[in-house]
């Protein structure tokens, strides 16, 4: 049984997750929006695949540089934060879901509840960061919908706000609407919430033990080993990017199904 000051631990560890989730997706929404313009797009991206399938126009988007310029002409600066606010409803109940999840199910596989959970196998790290993103993602998906749906619009808008997709969402699907490509997120969340949080684990060890030989080659023979806040940003750069890099495929299926199942033709 975990001792009060270990809960006020994951609670604080939760709170500040959530804070820095929010912050973060505040930050980068300009690329995330570019990032779903070019994923949910349907037009060929290159002239070899304009003549390949024979279509008759070229891709909306095409570049970086061009989307960010198109975006900005025809929406203005707030084109870059559209979809924002169910970002921030879903990455602040995200992560904080995940985080006490995550904790959770680390203390019950490792029979403790130290915060660093350095003992556990790699197998375990990963399952326990599989199954916290199933965990967050469940809770948090009607937001990840809206948020798609949202900033994937370009002009003319087909939802005006959140508001209006919701409403019609319950309208036209009912609530099992607001789950509507539940499952492809969920294969997608589990090998990258795993790939995610084994790695970081894995990183973190590693960095560890070349702190340790680093200080024994200096003559240090320090008990402490810990990485620093900035070994630690680098392990968590290293396992973030791996991560998406693996999995980046699931996550335009899922996107693809998101808009397909519920944007309207009108």
């Not at 002239?47 to 960010?68: E, F, H, N, V």
């Not at 630690?232 to 397909?260: I, M, W």
Request: with cysteine.
């Amino acid at each position: 049984m975990e001792e009060p000051g270990q809960l006020k631990r994951a609670f604080i560890d939760s709170l500040a997750g959530a804070l820095a989730g929010g912050i973060s997706r505040t930050v980068t929404s300009p690329l995330d929006v570019i990032k779903i313009r070019f994923q949910v797009q349907l037009e060929p991206t290159s002239s070899w695949a304009l003549l390949q399938r024979d279509m008759y126009r070229p891709s909306k988007y095409t570049g970086i540089l061009q989307a960010s310029k198109d975006i900005f002409r025809e929406e203005g600066l707030a084109g870059f934060w559209r979809g924002n606010v169910p970002a921030l409803l879903m990455y602040m109940p995200y992560t904080a879901i995940q985080f006490t999840v995550l904790h959770k199910l680390k203390t019950f596989a490792a029979g403790s509840s130290r915060s660093d959970h350095l003992q556990l196998s790699p197998y375990l790290s990963y399952v326990s960061g599989a199954l916290a993103g199933c965990a967050a993602t469940i809770g948090s998906y009607p937001f990840d919908l809206l948020r798609t749906i949202l900033a994937s619009q370009g002009e003319p808008k087909i939802y005006p706000n959140m508001r209006s997709a919701f409403f019609d969402i319950i309208q036209t699907r009912g609530i099992r609407g607001l789950y509507a490509g539940l499952t492809p997120t969920l294969v997608e969340i589990i090998p990258y919430a795993g790939l995610q949080f084994g790695s970081y684990d894995t990183f973190k060890r590693w960095m560890m033990a070349w702190n340790r030989y680093r200080n024994s080659k200096l003559g240090l023979y320090e008990e402490d080993n810990s990485a620093s806040s900035f070994q630690l940003f680098l392990c968590g750069f290293a396992a973030g990017t791996c991560a998406k890099a693996v999995c980046h495929p699931l996550d335009v299926v899922k996107k693809r199904f998101q808009v397909t199942l519920l944007c309207p033709t009108k």
